[in-house]
């Protein structure tokens, strides 16, 4: 099985990579003045091996997408912008933290007991109070940031649903039934999973707006409930960007799951 990280697209391969252009040593050129160059003894040169140089490669410029959602080390600091925002900060030990336990151990990735919240900032987003997190692992030398989490507390009712991308593989979905949206186009990059089809989880995936927004982006991030919150998760650091992300979305699926248009 694999998790979000897993199924994200590979920078292993430079050919996939957003305006990545081969190398002009490495292309075709000219065959013929290659070949003369190779049976050419450069000059002064006498017996011993010849150092041929190699031209510099050119820095690759990244594309929008990755810009904007590939992980950087967050130089602005999360912390730094809720305060500016005017939002609360937490080591993850607070009182009102112990509700994330949940969300991390019902989140759709695989966490262990090793993982747990940190960088706890709370604050409010429009219409939403907002929670967001790291979900770090913990080791005897280090602790890593391995997702992301943006949750909103919600007072209505909210049925058990996860909502992933296609490409995704889904673990842990005992119970749960498909729950297309009627949009074959939709259908085929996101899968909402319930424990039942009602008028509330239609909503979201007939919801204009929410189709939208998801359509509008990488594919990148799962939304599940659990512990009275929808929650948005993404296998990378927190990062104002991320969290900004985060908001759109959770503000667009409660509204529809409230039946607000």
Known sequence: MSSPRDDRP???????????QEPAHLGDGDR????????????????????????????????VVEQV?????????????????????????????????????????????????AGVVRGRAGTLELVA???VFVDKRSTVPEYAVTAAPVLLPLPPLR???ARFWRHRTGGLLHVPSGDPEF?????????EDGPGVRRLVEDATVRGLLMGSDDGDEFWTAAGHLAAVRPDGHRPELIEHHARLLGAMVAALAGVF
């Open 10 to 20: 590979h920078d292993d391969d430079p050919r996939d990579r957003d305006g990545w």
């Open 32 to 63: 013929d003045g290659q070949e003369g160059d190779r049976g050419r003894e450069p000059a002064g040169a006498g017996p011993g091996p010849v150092t041929w140089a190699l031209p510099a490669r050119r820095p690759r410029t990244p594309g």
């Open 69 to 117: 959602f590939r992980y950087q080390g967050d130089p602005v600091g999360v912390q730094g912008w809720a305060l500016q925002q005017g939002w609360e900060i937490s080591d993850g030990t607070a009182p009102q933290d112990a509700v994330l336990a949940e969300l991390v151990a019902t989140a759709p990735v695989r966490a262990t007991k090793d993982h747990r919240p």
């Open 133 to 135: 997190f790291d979900v």
């Open 163 to 165: 909502l992933s991308p």
């Open 187 to 195: 259908d085929a990059r996101w899968v909402l999973l319930a424990a």
